[in-house]
């Protein structure tokens, strides 16, 4: 009873903007007692307010566990030594609140704690935690698929199983059951009970992404030749839609499937699949022929999407990144060329040269968004998957801040900075109510 009166007690720096206005009025009324300057700032603790952002995920109210999962989401973005330390305490406390969230919560608390989820498995990396999460999301997860149908939210869900997948899967089975779990998304088994809903373009999307990133871990030999014949017809089938993101997913998995050698191994398997009978000599002849023609379509798909003319309406932009994909993928079916990439992070250079590594780099840096950085200078599973190690220099000194660090801890409208300004207003009034002539400010302190 007591631990709960702390966690609601904690949590009020989190709840509504009643709490504000109410902080207000009262530091109005107590401004002749408290004159506190511009450059003097209460002592504060980032570890105290992870610590009341996880008490607050205990609370009935729903918008007050969406900002504490957007406090921790921009926590663990901007200091990943403090994340790893934060989960040393806290890890299966975090993680059973944020799957509590995505069985009961609203769309954006489903899609906040899915993302918290997803970081917290690649702050431990790979290991026993990594694992944990993996097996314990799983049915949470797939159960959320199926409530409702809001495309964030399930964008959001895929990226969760994707990333805790590609972190704590063990074995191929562990990748292979997740794929056919993100490919009912868009291709449910329908049975006498379930009602085929057509899924939004960007729910194809996130699917298509979620799908060939995991694919890039697989060996091609292991997936069933069922599901490859499958996949293949309906990336295919997915080139010839209007949205040009869709049609951007699938040529990059296509890109996939190719450099596994996968559609190749594929024909050769059906070839000789047969038993010497004649009925089953004509099937493998007839599924080799097939698969043939499949791969002659989509180069003439794929040539057709890199010199595409901009159509009414459309964006330049969006067009010319679909013509330069199509482009790589066309040199590559023709030449056998991957794309060779590279970008600075940090003054230091990260370099691709597969498709499998920029399907990777491309997916985790959209997750990670702003915190994409941050994790590559110091997260040594990240830094193992593509082979980049940063200059020590450029991690030394706590008083260099990354550009997201400073919009993080010095933007007013930042999840991060809001909470703490309530819990600083909030300090200001303790501290005057029990201590009537004083007011205790550090003066001159800065956040770090």
């Known amino acids: ?41 209460v002592e504060f603790n980032k570890d105290s307010l992870l610590d009341e952002a996880v008490d607050a995920l205990y609370e009935k109210r729903g918008s007050t566990r969406e900002k504490a999962l957007a406090v921790i989401i921009e926590a663990f973005n901007s200091n990943l030594q403090q994340g790893q330390q934060f989960v040393e305490r806290k890890f299966a406390t975090l993680l059973h609140q944020c799957l509590n969230s995505i069985k009961k919560g609203s769309s954006k608390e489903i899609s906040l704690a899915s993302h918290t989820i997803g970081l917290l498995a690649l702050t431990v990396g790979p290991g026993d935690n990594a694992r944990e999460i993996l097996e314990e999301s799983m049915i949470p997860l797939s159960q959320a698929f199926k409530s409702g149908s809001d495309p964030s939210k399930t964008a959001s869900l895929l990226e969760c199983m994707a990333v805790i997948t590609f972190v704590g899967g063990n074995d191929p089975e562990d990748t292979e059951k997740s794929m056919q779990i993100i490919w009912q998304v868009v291709l449910p088994k329908l049975g006498s009970n379930v009602v085929a809903v057509k899924p939004s373009a960007a729910v194809i999307t996130a699917v298509v992404s979620a799908w060939s990133f995991l694919l890039t871990t697989m060996d091609g030999w292991r997936l069933n030749p069922k599901l490859w014949q499958e996949s293949i017809t309906y990336l295919s089938s997915l080139l010839d839609k209007d949205d040009r993101s869709v049609r951007i997913a699938a040529g990059e998995a296509l890109a996939v499937i190719f450099e596994m050698g996968s559609l190749e191994k594929f024909a050769a398997e059906t070839k000789g699949s047969s038993d010497g009978s004649v009925s089953e000599g004509n099937k493998s002849k007839e599924g080799f022929s097939y698969i043939q023609g499949l791969k002659g379509k989509i180069l003439n798909q ?40 590279s970008m600075k992070i940090g003054g230091d250079l990260l370099q691709t040269s597969s498709w499998s590594q920029l399907i990777q780099l491309n997916f985790l840096r959209c997750f990670l968004a702003g915190g994409f ?59 005057a109510g029990r201590n009537f002539g004083h007011y205790a400010v550090n003066v001159g302190d800065e956040d770090s």
Do not use: W
Request: charged content about 30%.
């Open 1 to 41: 009873m007591g631990k709960r009166k702390t966690q609601r007690k904690n949590a009020t720096m989190l709840d509504s903007d009643d709490d504000n206005s109410s902080v207000s009025s009262s530091s109005t009324m107590r401004s002749d007692r408290m004159s506190v300057s511009a450059s003097e700032e």
């Open 302 to 341: 794929v040539r057709d999407l890199s010199v595409e003319a901009g159509g009414k309406g459309s964006a330049k932009k969006d067009l010319n990144n679909q013509r330069n994909l199509f482009k790589d993928v066309l040199e590559f079916l023709e030449d056998c060329y991957s794309p060779n990439t």
């Open 373 to 431: 950085t941050k994790h590559m200078q110091e997260n040594e599973f990240l830094q193992d998957i593509f082979g980049f190690t940063p200059n020590k220099r450029n991690l030394l000194g706590s008083e260099h801040m990354s550009n997201g660090e400073k919009r993080m801890y010095k933007s007013p409208n930042s999840a991060l900075n809001k909470a703490r300004t309530q819990l600083l207003n909030k300090q200001r009034m303790l501290s």
